[in-house]
């Protein structure tokens, strides 16, 4: 026996200290260098405590198992950490203290507690540990401290332990699930595992399902789960300070989830494939999804006991908020079903920044949903609708609608704030009241409605017009900006008194602004698909510096005119730009039979108070032996009567490089759609890289 009292046996030197008879210590033993070998060795006496300490370069092996006898703390603060193979007989007490790293290989048995306090503590063993107390046996690790149990194998007790298991600290485990890396640790109540303000990092996916109950304490807890890991939790989740899912894996949450602690999802994906409790539904249960990060819900049938992540009715002044800034993943919007009975009278769903993915049919959302500065995203399945039908849509920043599937703004739906709106995707999307944000409807997207829209709509190349039922109505803009083809649907039996879009105020041919169905565009696809093709690509193309044939695009390069009541404008008809057509050039009322003057077989109405939009400009470039021959022309036809649109007789065509003239056309003589422009060889070396554009005149009287 050595009896050390408060006093420590320190072994230093390089040389070895075998202790060869049984052999109990009473007091502190510390390893600075060399070794000791022990045969058989008893650490402390009962309710007294005794400290191993492994200070230095020096081992500590025992032959036989390493008794402890009473409360035994083992501090390591050699550099790299230690390892301590033998077995261990813990029937009171093992503490670890000391900031490096301690291996304990050999298994441990005995009933007593295991306390990690400092430093990383690492099990490799499938330790014994059995206990049936909620004293003995405990286990807990402490804020900044770690428990490794990462070792394929190791488990944390073999034997059934009823004895209850605290994380303050980190906890890093191979797979979670009874019988896992915790072993035979019970699992019969959540109480039995608590993490309070500590980080349970699984690094496996787990053959038994994760089937652990877990308490959630008051400072909160986080479930890490590393990249490429795929793991589940089966069991109750009791919720009270907080459930943070953090890591690059994925974490599914099959059992129920109750109290009315924060759910975090800050890295990865996090699955929560269950009914959550009908209690949770507090203003402390609030839901965070982080950049990059993603929450998926299942379709919840919205019946009592199956209302998604708030079960129960959310009064407004007692509503978590759900604030997107990553992905949220839905099946159904509506109220009751994906976010169960979130209060749908306050602004308790916010998008920051993030993105909500709706998997299927979102017939009833009378939720607002309130997008920040940050902007954000709704994305619907193909063949799926999402209704918005009561409530607000406030666009504080900009929102963007996409996916293959449908939007409809029902008319009890308000669109408020001044974000503005990105119609993306290849769905159709239905406004049907009044909407002032600006609008942008993107290639492949569609657009209809029978609501005033007065903000500024543009078309990029590709975008769809369903005037089908009722015409577009543009209540505060001359017209549409138009950035390259737009396909549109008109009526079955459309005539030049249907319109695609009116523009500039109420929707009467008194007062506003119209766009005919043939008239807009003036290139109708094949009868058997109803819709005509609107705008053109840019009317100005660089010349390219080197000589072959020119592309289609090149032929493409088309400019139009309107003739728009009370809009201002040039006094004369020119060509856009090469940055693309913006909506075409505006002429007053008093200029447009100017304007039209340099054209025959153009429908007028009367009054010059309807629109008709027609393309002009460069349609081809073609070499012409050392030259280069410039075809500016004109498209379209009076409604109804097939008669192709020409050059009125007289006009002029001029031909300018950049802001210069390069040349002039002979005067038509009535019946060219075409005029041309043959340039020599030197007018041919002036234009290169420049952009071209042609100006129309209509002669003097």
């Not at 769903?349 to 979102?362: M, P």
């Not at 505060?476 to 319109?499: E, F």
């Not at 695009?553 to 693309?580: C, H, R």
Request: with cysteine; charged share 15%; aromatic share 4%.
């Amino acid at each position: 026996t050595i009896g050390l009292g408060n006093f420590t046996l320190k072994k230093s030197g390089e040389g070895a200290l075998n202790l060869s008879h049984t052999t109990v210590v009473k007091g502190a033993l510390e390893v600075a260098a060399g070794s000791i070998a022990c045969t058989s060795v008893t650490l402390g006496a009962a309710n007294s405590e005794v400290m191993l300490k492994m200070s230095g370069e020096g081992t500590f092996t025992s032959t036989n198992a390493l008794t402890l006898g009473g409360e035994t703390v083992f501090v390591s603060e050699k550099s790299g950490g230690s390892t301590i193979a033998c077995a261990i007989t813990n029937p009171q007490r093992l503490a670890k203290r000391g900031s490096q790293d301690l291996t304990l290989s050999g298994s441990i048995s005995g009933d007593g507690k295991l306390d990690v306090v400092a430093g990383k503590l690492i099990l490799t063993a499938a330790n014994e540990r059995p206990s049936y107390g909620i004293v003995n046996g405990t286990t807990t690790i402490a804020t900044g401290a770690t428990l490794d149990l990462s070792t394929p194998g190791a488990k944390l007790c073999t034997a059934w332990n009823s004895s209850p298991m605290t994380v303050n600290g980190t906890l890093i485990v191979h797979t979670f699930g009874y019988n896992g890396s915790l072993g035979t640790l019970s699992t019969d109540t959540p109480a039995m595992f608590t993490v309070n303000g500590g980080t349970v990092e699984i690094r496996s996916s787990d053959a038994n399902n994760g089937n652990r109950r877990v308490a959630i304490g008051a400072s909160g807890g986080t479930f890490f789960i590393p990249t490429g890991v795929t793991t589940t939790i089966s069991e109750s989740i009791v919720n009270n300070g907080g459930f943070t899912k953090a890591g690059e894996g994925a974490l599914t949450l099959s059992g129920v989830m109750s109290a009315n602690g924060p759910l975090t999802v800050s890295a990865g994906r996090l699955k929560i494939a269950t009914v959550v409790d009908s209690n949770r539904k507090t203003a402390t249960a609030d839901t965070t999804i982080a950049a990059g990060a993603t929450l998926e819900l299942p379709a919840y049938t919205g019946t009592t006991g199956d209302r998604g992540l708030y079960g129960g009715w959310q009064d407004a002044a007692n509503s978590p908020t759900v604030t997107v800034r990553g992905t949220l993943i839905v099946q159904d919007l509506t109220w009751g079903k994906s976010l169960g009975g979130l209060g749908n009278e306050g602004e308790y769903f916010q998008l920051d920044g993030g993105t909500v993915e709706i998997q299927n049919n979102s017939p009833e959302t009378k939720r607002p949903i309130k997008v920040l500065p940050n902007g954000g995203t709704i994305t619907v399945a193909a063949g799926k609708t999402y209704t918005q039908r009561a409530q607000r849509v406030i666009a504080n920043g900009p929102v963007t609608f996409s996916g293959a599937g449908n939007v409809v703004f029902h008319a009890d739906c308000t669109i408020a704030g001044t974000g503005a709106l990105t119609l993306a995707g290849t769905g159709t999307y239905s406004f049907n009241k009044t909407c002032s944000n600006p609008i942008t409807v993107g290639a492949g997207a569609t657009i209809k409605g029978t609501a005033n829209l007065s903000g500024a709509v543009t078309f990029n190349d590709g975008a769809k017009i369903d005037a089908s039922t009722n015409e577009l109505r543009l209540t505060n803009i001359a017209a549409p900006t138009i950035k390259g083809t737009v396909t549109v649907t008109p009526k079955a039996s459309a005539n030049t008194n249907d319109y695609i879009v009116t523009c500039g105020g109420t929707p009467d041919a008194a007062t506003a602004q119209k766009l005919l169905v043939a008239g807009w565009g003036v290139k109708p696809v094949p009868s058997t698909t109803k819709g005509y093709a609107l705008g053109v690509a840019a009317s100005s193309i660089p010349v390219p510096a080197t000589g072959g044939t020119y592309t289609d695009e090149a032929k493409q390069a088309l400019a139009v005119i309107a003739a728009a009541n009370g809009a201002t404008s040039v006094t004369s008809v020119t060509a856009k730009t090469a940055t693309g057509r913006e909506g075409g050039v505006s002429l007053t009322a008093g200029q447009a039979s100017d304007a039209l003057g340099c054209f025959s077989n153009i429908a007028t109405v009367t009054g010059n108070t309807i629109a008709i939009t027609y393309d002009f400009g460069i349609s081809a470039l073609a070499p012409n032996g050392d030259g280069l021959r410039v075809t500016a022309a004109v498209q379209g036809a009076t409604p109804g009567s097939g008669t192709a649109a020409t050059f009125a007789q007289g006009v002029v065509a001029q031909l300018y490089a950049d802001s210069g003239l390069i040349a002039t056309t002979a005067p038509a003589t009535g019946t060219e759609p075409e005029l041309l422009f043959d340039l020599t060889s030197t007018q041919k070396e002036s234009v290169l890289n420049k952009v071209l554009t042609v100006k129309a005149t209509k002669p003097a009287p």
